[in-house]
Structure formats: structure tokens, C-alpha cells
């Protein structure tokens, strides 16, 4: 059984580098077929979907965020990490990553808060 987790910091100050890392279990990142997905919720707004790293390495990004978002991948840890850069408080969240297969996503990581403030 495939399980998400996400990983890294909480508050996170303005004009700063946002990380977040998320680490699967039970299955392997270069699955073929498979996309590893960055998904986020601002407070009382939907969900946006920010970019995605396929099993062969290409990245994906939400053009609205692109010039911000960064995606990789350490294979041999199993993980895939979110950048994203000169965060302002709007960039306040909760944040998952998830598997997406023909745009089905699941399963999700349980997701992790960030606040962007001073």
C-alpha cells in the first residue's frame, strides 16, 4: 500500500525559500506511469494544484507558480521536495503531495501547514 508523507517546516518567513519534502512508502517513484504531485489550500480557498514530477524525471508546474516552483526528486531515498521561492503570506497554506495517474489523485500524504509571516 502506497502512503505520502509530507516533511518540513511550519512558519516560514516572507521573501524566503518555502522546502517541503515528501517521502513514499510502498511503492517506488519511478513507477511508470505515475506523476508525484504538490497540491495546496490556502486558508478558506480550494485546491490548487502546483506542479508534479513524472516517474521518468520531467517536471510539471502550474504556470501561475512556475517562476517560483521548483520540483525535484532523490530517488534513492524514495522522496520528491517542493521550492518555492519569495514567499509572501498569500502563499500561507496546508500543503500535499499525492500520486496522480491520469489525473486521479490518490493516495494523499496527510498534509502539512505552512504559515508564511514575520
Known amino acids: 500500500q502506497v502512503q505520502l508523507q509530507e516533511s518540513g517546516p511550519g512558519l516560514v518567513k516572507p521573501s524566503q525559500t518555502l522546502s517541503l519534502t515528501c517521502t513514499v512508502s510502498?511503492?517506488?517513484?519511478?513507477?511508470?506511469?505515475?506523476?508525484w504531485t504538490w497540491i495546496r489550500q490556502p486558508p478558506g480557498k480550494g485546491l490548487e494544484w502546483m506542479g508534479a514530477i513524472a516517474y521518468s524525471g520531467n517536471t510539471y508546474y502550474n504556470p501561475s507558480l512556475k517562476s517560483r516552483t521548483s520540483i525535484s526528486r532523490d530517488t534513492s531515498k524514495n522522496q520528491f521536495t517542493l521550492q518555492l521561492s519569495s514567499v509572501t503570506p498569500e502563499d500561507t497554506a496546508v500543503y500535499y503531495c499525492?500520486?496522480?495517474?491520469?489525473?486521479?489523485?490518490?493516495?494523499w500524504g496527510q498534509g502539512t501547514q505552512v504559515t508564511v509571516s514575520s
Open positions: 510502498g511503492g517506488s517513484i519511478t513507477t511508470d506511469s505515475y506523476y
Open positions: 499525492a500520486r496522480n495517474v491520469s489525473w486521479i489523485f490518490g493516495p
